[in-house]
C-alpha cells in the first residue's frame, strides 16, 4: 500500500482544484492560491479602514500599519489586538492608549469637514504628503553588495510566493545584506506594515538596517519606510517621481531596478557606494 502523503500547509493560501494545460498537455490538480479577504481595522470601536489583504500575521499589519500611517506615536500605545472572522472578512480590533485615539477622531474629523464628499471618504490634497521625520543625515555608508546579497535570498524565504506565486514581500535586512525579517502578502503595501509591525513588537532597531521589497516604489512605499525611521529602502522594481520626491524630503536613500549586483540610486547616493554610470543614456 502506498502512504498518502498530506501536502505541506501554507498559511494565507488555500488548495483549490484547479485545471491547465502546460507542456501541450492536459492537467487536473490542486495548487495553492494565495488568499485575498476583506481586513477592516477597527481603533476602541470606530472602524477606520478595509484593506485587502493576506489574513497571516495580521497584529503585526495592525501595528505596523496604525504606526506608519501615524495614528500611534509608539508600540506601546497599542494595548490589545484581537482578530475575528466572518462571512464578510475578518475585523481586526484594536485597543489603543487615549491620547492615540484622539489623534485618530482629529484626522476622520479633519477629513470629513475637507472632501466635500460625504461618499468617497478621500483625503484632501493637503493630508496625502504628511510631515515625515528628516532622517539622519550621517547613517552608515552601505556596500551596494549588500543590497544583492539581501536580493539574492529573497527566493528562498518567501514560502507563500513560491507556493502560489501572487504574493509580494518586504524585508529588513542588516548593514551587511542579512535579512533578518520577512513579511508576504498579496499587497505591496500590506506586506510593508506587517514588517514594521513585527520589528516593532520585537524592539529591533529598524534604523542599523535597510528594507527590501520585491515591488515597484511607489510613494507610499517610502512614507511608510520612512516613518519606521529606515534610511534606505531597496525596490527590485522602479520608483515613481513622486516616491522619488518625497524621498528626498526625508532623507531617504531610494534604490531602483535592485537586481543581482545592478541597482540604479534615485537620490541620496552618498549612502551607498555605487557610483552612477558616466555618459549612460538609460538606467535599466
Known amino acids: 500500500m502506498t502512504a498518502v502523503v498530506a501536502p505541506p500547509l501554507f498559511?494565507?493560501?488555500r488548495l483549490l482544484p484547479v485545471n491547465g494545460v502546460r507542456g501541450g498537455l492536459d492537467f487536473a490538480v490542486q495548487d495553492w492560491v494565495a488568499e485575498?479577504?476583506?481586513v477592516a481595522l477597527e481603533f476602541n470601536g470606530i472602524s477606520h479602514a478595509v484593506m485587502l489583504a493576506t489574513p497571516s500575521d495580521l497584529e503585526d499589519f495592525a501595528l505596523g500599519f496604525s504606526?506608519?500611517?501615524g495614528i500611534l506615536d509608539h508600540a506601546r500605545e497599542l494595548y490589545a489586538v484581537e482578530a475575528e472572522a466572518s462571512a464578510l472578512g475578518i475585523t481586526v480590533h484594536l485597543e489603543v492608549a487615549s491620547a492615540a485615539f484622539a489623534r485618530l477622531k482629529e484626522r476622520r474629523r479633519s477629513m470629513a469637514g475637507r472632501t466635500g464628499c460625504g461618499l468617497c471618504g478621500t483625503e484632501s490634497l493637503g493630508q496625502v504628503s504628511r510631515?515625515?521625520?528628516?532622517l539622519q543625515a550621517d547613517a552608515a555608508r552601505l556596500d551596494r553588495r549588500a543590497i544583492a546579497r539581501a536580493m539574492s535570498q529573497f527566493h528562498a524565504l518567501q514560502t507563500l510566493q513560491q507556493a502560489t506565486g501572487a504574493v509580494h514581500a518586504a524585508a529588513w535586512c542588516t548593514a551587511e545584506g542579512e535579512v533578518m525579517c520577512l513579511r508576504e502578502d498579496v499587497g505591496r503595501h500590506n506586506a510593508l506594515d506587517k514588517l514594521i509591525g513585527a520589528l516593532a513588537s520585537?524592539?529591533?532597531?529598524?534604523?542599523a538596517g535597510f528594507i527590501a521589497v520585491t515591488s515597484r516604489a511607489s510613494f507610499e512605499m517610502v512614507q511608510k519606510t520612512a516613518m519606521a525611521g529606515v534610511s534606505l529602502l531597496a525596490a527590485v522594481s522602479a520608483p515613481t517621481s513622486f516616491a522619488v520626491e518625497t524621498a528626498q524630503r526625508a532623507g531617504l536613500t531610494l534604490v531602483g531596478f535592485a537586481r543581482k549586483e545592478d541597482l540604479?540610486?534615485?537620490c541620496q547616493p552618498e549612502r551607498t557606494s555605487a557610483n552612477p554610470a558616466s555618459g549612460a543614456s538609460r538606467a535599466h
Open 202 to 207: 520585537s524592539g529591533v532597531d529598524a534604523s
Open 67 to 69: 504606526l506608519s500611517e
Open 264 to 266: 540604479v540610486v534615485y
Open 11 to 13: 498559511e494565507g493560501a
Open 36 to 38: 485575498e479577504v476583506p
Open 131 to 134: 510631515r515625515l521625520p528628516m
